[in-house]
């Protein structure tokens, strides 16, 4: 694997951007040169590794969330100057925690940041494989997407309901205006 820069690690970190804001980066503007692949994975239960070992700081996993690029299937962090691959086993955060305020769901990631379940915000449900079961996930920006964990997708199904979507009885769950299918209603009942 490359090393990125001149320092590895060390130097990806300082060459990210510190304005001291709360704002993410603009990283789907830059466009830098790609400088290899680095020894860093983030693991389906949202820890993050760098050449094997977890990393314990979580301003520093914050930090690297917050210049997470994806194009196509591959991950990246982006800095203006360099671009580095690293490895994401399912999704690259993970969804802890739920709040339901005037009918809209906000969902907290492993790294802090709260968002809103809606038209930008999209749940998608997908077939688990082996077990006939669902993965939930929540898009989060730019096409990342966080995993839900199994406690809060047991919390969505008991804030399910049914809706009729193309003429079919679906179960879902709603969030403002929108409506999430999960299953066919009737496929539910079987399970019941």
């Known amino acids: 694997m490359a090393k990125t820069g001149q320092g590895g690690l060390d130097g990806l970190v300082a060459s990210l951007p510190r304005d001291g804001s709360k704002a993410l980066p603009p990283v789907h503007l830059w466009n830098p040169p790609f400088c290899g692949d680095i020894d860093m994975r983030i693991a389906t239960d949202g820890t993050w590794f760098y050449m094997g070992t977890p990393i314990g700081r979580p301003a520093l996993v914050r930090l690297f969330a917050s210049v997470l690029k994806r194009e196509g299937e591959h991950y990246f962090l982006v800095t203006p100057v360099e671009k580095v691959g690293i490895k994401v086993d399912d999704a690259p955060f993970l969804a802890v925690e739920l709040r339901a305020e005037t009918g809209v769901l906000n969902f907290r990631t492993n ?8 038209r930008d915000h999209a749940l998608r449900f997908e077939p688990e494989e082996g077990t006939g079961g669902l993965k939930p996930y ?55």
Do not use: I, N, P
């Open 138 to 192: 929540l898009h989060v920006r730019r096409d990342l997407w966080a995993k839900l964990t199994r406690a809060l997708f047991y919390e969505l199904v008991e804030r399910g309901e049914e809706q009729m979507v193309d003429g079919r009885a679906m179960f879902g769950v709603a969030s403002g205006s929108e409506f999430y299918a999960m299953a066919e209603a009737g496929a539910l009942k079987e399970f019941a």
């Open 111 to 118: 790294v802090d940041e709260w968002v809103a379940t809606g």
